[in-house]
């Protein structure tokens, strides 16, 4: 069976990344969004991407960013992938794939089966698809919420690119995400943590052990092949 990865996200300290790795991440995400508690300037994120080990694929989360904001981050932080989080069209998606030479993870809400449209269309111009619950009308944040979505609407389900369960998954209930949905790959934010935006070295531990026992698979060994799935 083939191995499980898991995302750390919203990782702010180099103590955090040490621990996401020792737990067996395979990406450390960093949250650029001023109103996020896991928003990171480019000196601190510059620092946390510094302390990844090779193997640990280091992902810079936008929410709608313009060329000079991607520019600033890509300069500064030694990062090997961008997560778009916003409202980016597929021709945006393309655009930044394109300009930066850097794989691409497009995320998608989902509520019900409407949103599965959009699936599809950015399989064709992202590397990789992050499929996370969508966000409430009024939420403050368009990610790192701590919803799910109903899995059903998703398990078992095969994209053109490879694909990151997310919402609301933690320790407890990733085995049972991962035995419903069959995904290979799983995202976590406010589950690992003790506060907003404060990871936990010992939950992350957890998450990861539960997500590969689940999977079972083992963890994966070197640097993750972002691009797999480039056509
Ligand atoms: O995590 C944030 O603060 C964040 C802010 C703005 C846009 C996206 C954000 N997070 C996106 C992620 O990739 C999260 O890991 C994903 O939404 C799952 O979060 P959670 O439900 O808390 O595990």
């Not at 919203?10 to 020792?22: F, I, M, S």
């Not at 991440?25 to 001023?34: C, E, I, R």
């Not at 990610?143 to 078992?156: C, I, K, T």
Request: charged share 20%.
């Amino acid at each position: 069976m083939p191995e499980i990865r898991v995302k750390i996200c919203g990782l702010r300290t180099p103590a955090d990344v040490a621990a996401a790795a020792a737990a067996g991440a395979a990406y450390a995400g960093f949250v650029f969004f001023p109103k996020s508690p896991r928003h990171l300037t480019l000196e601190a994120a510059r620092d946390a991407a510094l302390a990844a080990p090779p193997g640990l694929a280091k992902v810079a989360l936008t929410v709608d960013a313009d060329d000079a904001a991607l520019d600033a981050i890509v300069e500064a932080v030694p990062i090997d992938m961008l997560q778009l989080h916003g409202h980016e069209t597929p021709d945006r998606v393309a655009e930044v794939r394109a300009r930066y030479g850097l794989p691409v993870m497009k995320a998608i809400g989902v509520a019900d089966e409407g949103d599965l449209a959009a699936i599809f269309d950015y399989s064709t111009v992202a590397d990789q698809l992050l499929i996370d619950a969508k966000p409430p009308r009024n939420a403050a944040l368009p990610g790192g919420n701590g919803l799910s979505f109903d899995w059903r609407l998703v398990a078992q389900r095969r994209w053109l690119r490879p694909w990151m369960l997310a919402g609301g998954l933690t320790p407890e209930n990733v085995a049972e995400a991962i035995r419903l949905t069959n995904a290979r790959q799983v995202d976590v934010s406010s589950g690992v943590e003790s506060a907003p935006g404060v990871k936990d070295a010992s939950r992350m531990a957890a998450f990861v052990r539960a997500a590969v026992s689940a999977g079972g698979g083992g963890l994966p060994g070197g640097i993750p092949d972002l691009r797999a799935a480039r056509r």
